[in-house]
């Protein structure tokens, strides 16, 4: 999870007081590539949420790692394209095989037990 301290937010006007512009990058939502002028930022369930009137003028809002105005993941940077999977998703992939391997185990053990009985 990202938090950005609330002096660098990326949604901060700039000094010209010109209107921030997103687009949409979610490559499955609905409204992917289209740009919207930003109304507002907040705050909600651990991640910043942008704001943002759609052509009918409904008030929408989308979390802004799917936007535009989201700040590039470093590894992603880093990787430039050569890194198929992130090392820390690896390791995640990791744990749960050991876990699943170890579910195994213990059933495994519990039916020789019930048929030496």
Same mark, same amino acid.
């Given at each position: ?25 979610? *490559?499955?939502?609905?409204?992917? =590539?289209?740009?919207? &002028?930003?109304?507002? /930022?907040?705050?909600?369930? =651990?991640?910043?949420? @942008?704001?943002?009137?759609? &052509? =009918? ?5 989308? *979390? ?7 700040? *590039?993941? *470093? ?5 430039? =394209? ?10 995640? @992939?990791? &744990? ?5 391997? &170890? ?6 053990? /519990?039916?020789? @037990?019930?048929?030496?009985?």
């Amino acid at each position: 999870m990202r938090r950005y301290p609330k002096k660098h937010r990326t949604t901060t006007p700039d000094t010209a007081g010109l209107p921030i512009t997103l687009q949409i990058t979610h *490559p499955f939502h609905p409204l992917s =590539g289209q740009c919207y &002028e930003l109304v507002s /930022s907040r705050w909600n369930w =651990g991640q910043e949420w @942008l704001s943002f009137h759609t &052509e =009918g003028g409904q008030l929408t809002s989308v *979390p802004v790692d799917w936007t535009s105005l989201s700040t *590039p993941d *470093p590894f992603v940077v880093l990787s430039n =394209g050569r890194a198929s999977f992130r090392a820390q998703d690896l390791l995640a @992939l990791v &744990e749960l095989i050991d876990a699943i391997k &170890e579910a195994e185990q213990k059933q495994s053990c /519990s039916r020789s @037990l019930r048929r030496d009985s």
